[in-house]
Protein backbone atom coordinates (compact mmCIF):
# COMPACT_ATOMS: atom_id res chain seq x y z
CA UNK A 1 0.00 0.00 0.00
CA UNK A 2 2.74 2.60 -1.21
CA UNK A 3 1.44 5.65 -2.77
CA UNK A 4 2.95 6.75 -5.81
CA UNK A 5 4.90 9.74 -4.84
CA UNK A 6 7.65 11.14 -6.87
CA UNK A 7 9.86 13.88 -6.90
CA UNK A 8 9.36 15.26 -10.34
CA UNK A 9 11.99 18.34 -10.54
CA UNK A 10 14.87 16.86 -12.89
CA UNK A 11 17.03 19.89 -14.59
CA UNK A 12 16.97 19.08 -18.51
CA UNK A 13 20.82 19.97 -18.37
CA UNK A 14 23.34 18.16 -17.09
CA UNK A 15 26.57 19.80 -15.88
CA UNK A 16 29.81 17.69 -16.51
CA UNK A 17 32.74 17.86 -14.75
CA UNK A 18 34.98 20.86 -16.83
CA UNK A 19 31.50 23.19 -16.53
CA UNK A 20 30.34 22.62 -19.92
CA UNK A 21 26.91 21.30 -20.56
CA UNK A 22 25.97 18.22 -22.58
CA UNK A 23 27.17 20.56 -25.87
CA UNK A 24 25.32 23.59 -25.22
CA UNK A 25 26.97 27.21 -23.76
CA UNK A 26 26.96 27.16 -20.31
CA UNK A 27 24.76 30.86 -19.89
CA UNK A 28 22.14 28.28 -21.29
CA UNK A 29 22.49 25.99 -18.64
CA UNK A 30 22.37 28.55 -16.17
CA UNK A 31 19.21 29.75 -17.57
CA UNK A 32 17.57 26.43 -17.30
CA UNK A 33 18.52 25.35 -13.98
CA UNK A 34 16.79 28.72 -12.28
CA UNK A 35 13.62 28.89 -14.45
CA UNK A 36 11.04 29.33 -12.18
CA UNK A 37 8.69 26.33 -12.00
CA UNK A 38 5.01 26.87 -13.14
CA UNK A 39 2.94 27.54 -9.84
CA UNK A 40 -1.11 28.23 -9.98
CA UNK A 41 -2.03 30.57 -7.24
CA UNK A 42 -4.71 29.33 -4.81
CA UNK A 43 -7.94 30.81 -7.08
CA UNK A 44 -6.49 28.89 -10.11
CA UNK A 45 -5.26 25.71 -8.27
CA UNK A 46 -9.40 25.55 -6.23
CA UNK A 47 -10.59 26.18 -10.19
CA UNK A 48 -8.22 23.35 -11.40
CA UNK A 49 -9.38 20.78 -8.91
CA UNK A 50 -13.24 21.48 -9.34
CA UNK A 51 -12.73 20.83 -13.47
CA UNK A 52 -10.44 17.63 -12.81
CA UNK A 53 -13.19 15.88 -11.01
CA UNK A 54 -14.87 14.79 -14.35
CA UNK A 55 -11.62 13.08 -15.32
CA UNK A 56 -10.57 9.54 -14.73
CA UNK A 57 -6.85 10.16 -14.49
CA UNK A 58 -5.21 13.07 -13.34
CA UNK A 59 -1.70 14.15 -12.27
CA UNK A 60 -1.27 16.58 -9.12
CA UNK A 61 1.69 18.28 -8.71
CA UNK A 62 2.04 19.60 -4.31
CA UNK A 63 4.30 22.52 -2.96
CA UNK A 64 6.19 20.10 -1.21
CA UNK A 65 7.74 17.61 -4.43
CA UNK A 66 5.08 15.09 -4.46
CA UNK A 67 3.27 13.86 -6.79
CA UNK A 68 -0.36 12.23 -6.51
CA UNK A 69 -2.09 10.33 -9.37
CA UNK A 70 -5.38 9.20 -9.25
CA UNK A 71 -9.48 10.20 -9.24
CA UNK A 72 -10.17 13.31 -7.38
CA UNK A 73 -12.81 14.29 -5.02
CA UNK A 74 -13.16 17.96 -4.40
CA UNK A 75 -15.07 19.81 -1.76
CA UNK A 76 -15.36 23.36 -2.88
CA UNK A 77 -16.68 24.45 0.45
CA UNK A 78 -13.92 23.64 2.82
CA UNK A 79 -11.13 23.93 -0.42
CA UNK A 80 -10.29 20.25 0.02
CA UNK A 81 -9.37 17.30 -1.89
CA UNK A 82 -8.98 13.94 -1.92
CA UNK A 83 -6.73 11.81 -4.51
CA UNK A 84 -7.95 8.21 -4.65
CA UNK A 85 -5.30 5.75 -6.93
CA UNK A 86 -7.32 2.63 -6.89
CA UNK A 87 -4.20 0.71 -8.56
CA UNK A 88 -2.23 1.55 -5.32
CA UNK A 89 -5.06 1.43 -3.10
CA UNK A 90 -4.31 4.80 -1.57
CA UNK A 91 -5.93 7.90 -0.87
CA UNK A 92 -4.44 11.08 0.16
CA UNK A 93 -6.17 14.36 1.18
CA UNK A 94 -4.59 17.44 0.45
CA UNK A 95 -5.80 21.76 0.59
CA UNK A 96 -6.15 23.43 -2.96
CA UNK A 97 -3.16 25.87 -1.21
CA UNK A 98 -0.43 23.25 -1.33
CA UNK A 99 -1.39 22.28 -5.42
CA UNK A 100 1.18 23.48 -8.17
CA UNK A 101 -0.22 22.07 -11.10
CA UNK A 102 -3.20 19.47 -12.10
CA UNK A 103 -2.81 17.73 -15.36
CA UNK A 104 -5.74 15.22 -16.57
Partial sequence: ?????????????????????????????TSTLTK?????????????????????????????GRVLEGAVLFNEFKGTARIINIVNEVSVDIRAEDVRDVRY
Fill in 1 to 29: MRSEIRNEFKPDVTLLRNGSSNGRSSSAA
Fill in 36 to 64: KLRSLTPEKAHEALAASRCADHVRVFLHD
